[in-house]
């Protein structure tokens, strides 16, 4: 199901707040990952890919202007043949983001990158969950999402076989209604990086995907490069050889 409330969030002082830190953070992670296939999940209105050089880039979600419509649950694309995707907020929106991360697994390369979006139970986004919610649905996101903490999705991530190895904290201000609180609390985003990092009202994460017992099979040009090394040193080994004995 696609995400109520959001296309009108996104034009809010809060969403834009949220995203701007978010597609920083994204275009810098995105911008040298190289493959064939790049695929985004949820949120086709944001370009979450658009720093990305791979060729073939989708977006896929069950409505909206994307390239492929599909249930996140069951993606329809085959095994290992995908070497980026971007999860933005798609976890805490979806029933059972659990299988979600399952379908990702099984698409993704052996060393392919999810990159991860999402709020943060512990911070003042988080408190104010708890606060009445108004009914309007336009006015009730962010809110009523079923919000993931980083230590349980990364032990989901590494149940599957993933590799945490990038992860950041942002958007430290409260979730003010007005541009101007956002701009007068800029000096949060140091302060809480440095003072308290876990506390911010967004996080990322960047996996990769580990295959134990993987081999990497190096380039033809350096497989002949050391072919060729070898058969250089073959006479200095022989001789040494020669004199030992």
Not at 60 to 70: F, K, N, S, Y
Not at 82 to 104: G, K, S, T
Request: proline share 7%; aromatic share 12%.
């Amino acid at each position: 199901m696609s995400i109520p409330g959001f296309q009108h969030w996104q034009h809010t002082p809060q969403g834009r707040y949220v995203l701007s830190w978010e597609q920083e953070r994204v275009d810098s992670l995105v911008a040298d990952v190289f493959g064939f296939h790049a695929l985004q999940l949820g949120l086709p209105d944001v370009d979450f890919l658009r720093e990305n050089r791979i060729p073939l880039r989708c977006k896929a979600d069950d409505e909206g202007a994307v390239q492929t419509l599909c249930d996140l649950h069951q993606l329809p694309f085959a095994n290992a043949s995908v070497d980026l995707v971007i999860l933005p907020h798609a976890l805490e929106f979806w029933d059972d983001p659990h299988q979600i991360l399952r379908e990702v697994e099984r698409i993704l390369i052996p060393e392919g990158q999810v990159i991860i979006t999402g709020f943060n139970p512990l911070s003042l986004w988080g408190l104010r969950r708890w606060l009445p919610r108004p009914t309007n649905p336009e006015a009730a996101f962010p809110w009523e999402g079923h919000y993931l903490s980083v230590l349980r999705l990364k032990d989901w991530l590494a149940l599957l076989g993933f590799e945490v190895d990038r992860g950041n904290f942002g958007c430290y201000a409260p979730p003010f209604t007005q541009d101007k609180w956002f701009h007068r609390c800029r000096f949060m985003e140091l302060a809480g990086d440095r003072w308290w990092g876990f506390a911010g009202g967004v996080y990322l994460l960047r996996a990769v995907k580990r295959v134990p017992g993987m081999r990497l099979i190096l380039p033809a040009w350096r497989n002949a490069r050391k072919r060729a090394k070898a058969k250089a040193l073959a006479p200095i080994a022989q001789n040494s050889t020669h004199k030992n004995i």
